[in-house]
């Protein structure tokens, strides 16, 4: 199995987090998303040990909240001791409904309205994630009407290629986010900031990339963001307190995917963190990385039923769910790997190939090609998409006038409870007049 809350029972029936998932589709219906609250709390623990462990206790992860973003797991991350990074106004809208204290927030957005960070200075928000003059222009316009001294870190780009989806790679000079360092245009925006009167620059961030498994990626970003820290230091006097390396660690979603052990990736980094600070004279910062996939991709799995095969003699054969783009766009987007498996059915052999594709009026809406199946696959059987706790319900949209799933919580290994309710047809039309 790809993660260690994958099993088969005796009955044949695939288990999620120690559920008959057969039984949870009954009882719940299809399709449905699934989350393992011990998988997340597991997470969030490896990561908060290991940063503390290699870079102290002033080191914190921050939950990436656009993987997926609901009230109950804002609670999870205060229980948990989590910060967290969010990029709107509703992400910070869920996470102040869920009591989460949020001077522990940082907030992403290559594109923050007046309105937004008005809304996030109302709510307390404790960090801008500032990527542009623009925006350093009206954080110091809303700060100085407050008041306030508002702490920001400013995104950069380093310039690494991390050899991922195209899609998801965020740390080139070429890229929408931040300022790139190479050109020389960081060192400038760096003191434009440093001389807002209602602006206290605390660090700088960076984001390489998404779902990346390259040996040496967080690292050769770590120097170069050093080496520029250096260089603030000789040319500006200025010493940076934060360096926030972002996230992007892969995760396992087929079986030719690599396993990272985090805590071991960690104390990599901050080796070679230790290292270059040793060399350039630079006391080692305060320093942040923002999990989001690693968190919550292997805690989640969808459930869907079968509606009709379709067998085309000499070319290929096709299983219809009940759901698709609208609630799993990762393939449609990017092509992104799955596993799948036929819930009620894990002890038959797998020897039939097909696309399992959505009930969507579009001709993209796939969830995965060249599946292998039980023969027997049919109307009324149980198919489960694994590793979907990431960009499943956060990227959900209402294509075809579909109503986004409800979220499940199961936890101990016999209790499930809802945490998102399903949408309603009513809920299609609310807005309508």
């Known amino acids: 199995m790809i993660c260690d809350n994958l099993s088969v029972g005796r009955n044949g029936h695939l288990y999620f987090a120690g559920h008959d998932t057969v039984d949870l589709a009954k009882k719940y219906g299809t399709p449905v998303y699934l989350m393992d609250e011990d998988k997340i709390r597991e997470k969030c623990r490896i990561y908060k040990n290991a940063l503390q462990k290699y870079f102290g206790e ?7 909240s656009k993987a997926n973003c609901f009230k109950r797991l804002y609670e999870i991350m205060t229980e948990e001791g989590m910060g967290i990074d969010v990029v709107s106004s509703g992400e910070i809208l869920t996470a102040v409904s869920a009591g989460f204290d949020m001077s522990k927030a940082y907030f992403h957005s290559n594109n923050k309205t007046d309105w937004d960070i008005a809304f996030a200075m109302d709510n307390g928000v404790g960090y801008f994630v500032a990527d542009n003059y623009e925006e350093i222009d009206a954080i110091e316009k809303e700060a100085a009407k407050r008041g306030i001294s508002q702490k920001i870190l400013l995104r950069l780009t ?7 989806y195209e899609a998801n790679s965020t740390g080139k000079i070429d890229s929408k986010f931040g300022t790139a360092i190479e050109t020389g245009q960081a060192l400038e925006i760096t003191k434009y900031a440093l001389e807002k009167e209602h602006i206290l620059l605390r660090g700088f961030h960076c984001h390489v990339g998404s779902q990346v498994f390259e040996e040496d990626v967080f690292e050769r970003a770590a120097v170069i963001m050093l080496e520029f820290m250096a260089e603030c230091k000789e040319k500006l006097g200025y010493i940076t307190d934060e360096l926030d390396l972002g996230g992007g660690y892969g995760i396992r979603y087929v079986e030719s995917d690599p396993h990272l052990d985090i805590e071991t990736k960690v104390g990599q980094v901050a080796e070679v963190v230790k290292a270059t600070c040793n060399r350039l004279d630079l006391a ?7 999990p989001g996939r690693t968190i919550v991709a292997d805690a989640g799995m969808v459930l869907y039923t079968v509606g009709s095969v379709k067998k085309i003699a000499g070319y290929k054969n096709y ?3 009940d759901g698709g783009m609208s609630d799993s766009p990762r393939y449609a987007l ?5 596993t799948c498996f036929l819930a009620n059915k894990m002890n038959e052999a797998y020897s039939f190939k097909a696309s399992v594709v959505g009930r969507c009026c579009e001709s993209g809406d796939i969830i995965q090609e060249d599946v292998m199946l039980p023969e027997s696959v049919g109307r009324y059987d149980i198919l489960a998409l ?6 499943h319900y956060s990227m959900a949209s209402r294509y075809n006038k579909l109503p986004i799933p409800a979220t499940i919580m199961l936890r101990g290994g016999t209790e499930s409870y809802v945490a998102v309710k399903g949408e309603t047809l009513e809920d299609l039309i609310r807005n309508d007049v």
Do not use: F, N, Q, W
Request: charged share 20%; with cysteine; aromatic share 12%.
């Open 284 to 290: 080692l910062p305060e320093i942040r990385m923002e």
């Open 319 to 321: 299983v219809s769910i």
């Open 334 to 338: 990017y092509k992104a790997k799955y």
């Open 158 to 164: 380093p310039g690494i290629d991390p050899h991922t």
């Open 58 to 64: 002033k080191a914190v992860p921050l939950y990436a």
């Open 386 to 391: 694994c590793t979907t706790g990431a960009y």
